[in-house]
């Protein structure tokens, strides 16, 4: 089992439409969240981080749950510029595991 | 922005050649990271730092070495380069987030 898991997808979805992407972790000492974006033929660039509280900005809001050991991204109202590759990552032992998920793929189509 | 850099963006290299791919970030990051990443496809971490004179390989095996002899130095070394060496090399560095340069994208004939 991977230590963090995503659905690759794709997700395809029209403008305007709500999507929510799901990542599991199985190392229950993990210590941070983070959402990731990677652009075709790009780097990874940060998104936002994951509060325990969950945390919202703009349009996208993340969420935890330690209990079931995922990390959620919400996305409303889609734009065709969010079209990308979603990376979730987690961290523990202070920052020194750093483990990427495979990505999630979303189109949003016109 | 970030302050991570690779060079070169683009390298094509006959086989056999010997090539080394650079990675300077000025953060002050203890921990880097070499990543190889093929189109379309998930990212492989190949080797990691956590300081100077620390170097650990990572989940994919990699004919590549990699040295930290200062913190904001991390290159990473193909001695004889082959076609399956052909692929996207990315560089991250990171305090608990990690910050990507552009990579390079490697191209053995």
């Known amino acids: 089992r991977k230590e963090v898991e995503q659905d690759p997808g794709p997700f395809n979805v029209p403008e305007g439409a709500t999507v929510a992407f799901n990542c599991t972790y199985s190392?229950?000492?993990?210590?941070?969240f983070f959402w990731y974006r990677q652009d075709c033929r790009k780097e990874p660039k940060l998104l936002m981080s994951v509060y325990s509280s969950g945390n919202e900005d703009g349009r996208f809001t993340a969420q935890l749950n330690r209990a079931s050991q995922y990390i959620s991204l919400l996305i409303r109202d889609s734009k065709l510029s969010d079209s990308a590759t979603y990376l979730c990552v987690v961290n523990w032992e202070g920052g020194f595991k750093t483990i990427f998920g495979a990505g999630t793929r979303l189109f949003v189509k016109a | 922005e970030a302050d991570i850099y690779q060079t070169p963006r683009y390298l094509v290299i006959g086989t056999g050649k010997k090539i080394t791919l650079e990675c300077s970030q000025t953060m002050g990051h203890d921990k880097m990271y070499w990543y190889q990443q093929d189109p379309g496809m998930e990212l492989h971490l190949i080797h990691y730092s956590y300081g100077v004179n620390s170097t650990e390989k990572g989940d994919l095996s990699s004919e590549s070495t990699v040295s930290r002899i200062r913190t904001e130095h991390f290159p990473l070394t193909l001695e004889s380069a082959r076609p399956s060496h052909t692929s996207q090399y990315l560089c991250?560095?990171?305090?608990?987030?990690?910050?990507f340069g552009q990579g390079t994208r490697l191209t053995v004939v």
């Open positions: 190392n229950s000492a993990s210590q941070s």
């Open positions: 991250a560095s990171s305090d608990t987030r990690a910050f």
